[in-house]
T-cell receptor, first 112, second 114 residues
Framework: DTAVSQTPKYLVTQMGNDKSIKCEQNLGHDTMYWYKQDSKKFLKIMFS???????INETVPNRFSPKSPDKAHLNLHINSLELGDSAVYFC???????????FGSGTRLTVV | AQSVTQPDIHITVSEGASLELRCNYSYGATPYLFWYVQSPGQGLQLLLKYFSGDTLVQGIKGFEAEFKRSQSSFNLRKPSVHWSDAAEYFCAVGANQAGTALIFGKGTTLSVSS
């Protein structure tokens, strides 16, 4: 039973389209995160929710909108996709900073 | 502000040889420190973590790391590397503060030669 699951695993889409990535965790964690990993494998925090409340919102284009319907789910919607949005997006969850994060297997987004 | 530096972009080690991956951090207080491993096409797996207590921490897969406050370092070690250890390794730092997230280093790619 996967702890943090993301769907889809791969996403290929054209510029200008709108797409969503879904994330679910069954660990009972209160906090969830979205990270972006670029082509050089650099991981950068985008958003974080604690129990459905947005607590981190880094400098990310407002085309990116996270939504957390409940504390087990955190989705990422991206409008008007651009070539530069191509990356691997990771969802993670945590029960507290000191415990570390559990990551999903990632969603590879390719914008053509 | 926190930051993490992994000075080595790529390291090649012979199978059976020892390994040390370097990590330096910048943070005012004692941070939470982590090492993660990422195999190709996979997510990140937690190897080990440190916040307080014994400065030598043991992790999974035979890895260990040592926290050295005086050097602001948290280096990862393994006495004998296996071919399956070839992967990307990330050091991360976190603060004991609400509204913050782990900051990751740029990673070190480990190749294992036979």
């Amino acid at each position: 039973d996967t702890a943090v699951s993301q769907t889809p695993k791969y996403l290929v889409t054209q510029m200008g389209n709108d797409k969503s990535i879904k994330c679910e965790q069954n660990l009972g964690h209160d906090t969830m995160y979205w990270y972006k990993q670029d082509s050089k494998k650099f991981l950068k925090i985008m958003f974080s929710y604690n129990n459905k409340e947005l607590i981190i919102n880094e400098t990310v284009p407002n085309r990116f909108s996270p939504k957390s319907p409940d504390k087990a789910h955190l989705n990422l919607h991206i409008n008007s996709l651009e070539l530069g949005d191509s990356a691997v997006y990771f969802c993670a969850s945590s029960s507290g900073q000191g415990y570390g994060y559990t990551f999903g297997s990632g969603t590879r987004l390719t914008v053509v | 502000a926190q930051s993490v530096t992994q000075p080595d972009i790529h390291i090649t080690v012979s199978e059976g040889a020892s390994l040390e991956l370097r990590c330096n951090y910048s943070y005012g207080a004692t941070p939470y420190l982590f090492w993660y491993v990422q195999s190709p096409g996979q997510g990140l797996q937690l190897l080990l973590k440190y916040f307080s207590g014994d400065t030598l921490v043991q992790g999974i897969k035979g890895f260990e790391a040592e926290f050295k406050r005086s050097q602001s370092s948290f280096n990862l070690r393994k006495p004998s590397v296996h071919w399956s250890d070839a992967a990307e390794y990330f050091c991360a730092v976190g603060a004991n503060q609400a509204g913050t997230a782990l900051i990751f280093g740029k990673g070190t790619t480990l190749s294992v030669s036979s």
